[in-house]
Structure formats: C-alpha cells, structure tokens
C-alpha cells in the first residue's frame, strides 16, 4: 500500500466505513459493505487538480460504480469524484487525464523504485515518423533542453522481451 492509499484507508476507517478490503494491483482499490473506491493522488498545476489514470481504468470505475477519492498529502481527500462523473474531461477545477501508461508499465516501475528517483517513471510513443517525445517531467528530471543531444547506451537485454538496462547520457547542444 502506498502512501496515498494509506491516507485513503485511514479516511475510509475515519467516516465508519466497514469491512474495507484492499486490493493491490486492481481498480478500483478499495472495497467496502457500502462499495467501492478508487484511490488517485491530485497535482496541482496553474490552479488545477490533475487527476491521471491508467490505459481503461475509468471505465473499470464507472462499470464498478466506485467513487474516486482525490488527495494530495493531506489527510483528507481533496476531491471526491462521483462514478457518473468520471468519463467528463473535466469536472469544475479538476481535469481527468487518461495517460495511456498501462497497470504493466507502473508495476515495472515500482520495481526500480529503490533507485530513488523522485518517481520519474513516465513512457513515451514512438509516432509514426519514428521520433520519441520525452515527457516534460523526464526532461526536467534530465536537465535536457531543446537542441541537445541524447545517447541511449545498451548495457544488457533482459530476458527475451524487448527489455534492456539503458545508460542514457545527456550529451549537451
């Protein structure tokens, strides 16, 4: 479980809320004797919350009916999202963002979460003219700016997958 799970566990306890059962690695997160509840973490950004979730998880919400409980680090959640709400774009000053990263994607990354990276893990599409778009938190993680060159270095491929370990060296404009 974490943190914000946690919180959402201990809020969940807190309105009396009984028989809470978590579910790992499954949306929605939490279920109840009186439903469901899908658990997100808010970033504010220009006087926004932004909400991102997975590859279908809003349609998994809304065929489960669970409510989505929005917090950032406070104990309580910012943002309750109601089920019949959650395939709007946006909803007053929350925007909902599908990210395109699937449930695979985000447990690879928890698996090199020790590295204590400040959770940079995003993906990035290869479009059609073969060109990758870093992400904007990637870049700024980075120090990359517009112009410089990137070396992608294989160091090992792992298993028979299309995995590799990746020495990635920011080589300036």
Request: hydrophobic letters at 35%; proline letters at 3%.
């Amino acid at each position: 479980m974490n943190d914000t799970e946690r919180l959402a566990y201990e809020w969940l306890k807190s309105k009396g809320y009984k028989n809470i059962v978590f579910r790992p690695s499954r949306t929605p997160d939490f279920k109840t004797d009186q439903g469901y509840f899908e658990v997100k973490k808010g970033y504010m950004a220009k006087g926004y919350i932004n909400v991102v979730f997975y590859s279908g998880q809003r349609e998994k919400i809304r065929d489960t009916k669970a409510y989505t409980l929005v917090f950032n680090d406070k104990k309580e959640p910012i943002v309750i999202i109601n089920p019949s709400d959650i395939m709007r774009d946006r909803i007053g000053n929350v925007i909902l963002h599908d990210s395109g990263i699937d449930k695979q994607f985000d447990v690879l990354c928890k698996e090199y979460s020790h590295l204590n990276s400040k959770d940079i893990y995003r993906n990035a599409t290869v479009g059609n003219n073969g060109m990758i778009v870093l992400p904007r938190e990637v870049r700024a993680f980075m120090g990359v700016k517009p112009g410089d060159k990137i070396a992608f270095i294989a160091i090992e491929r792992i298993g028979e997958e299309r995995s590799f370990n990746l020495k990635v060296k920011v080589l300036g404009g």
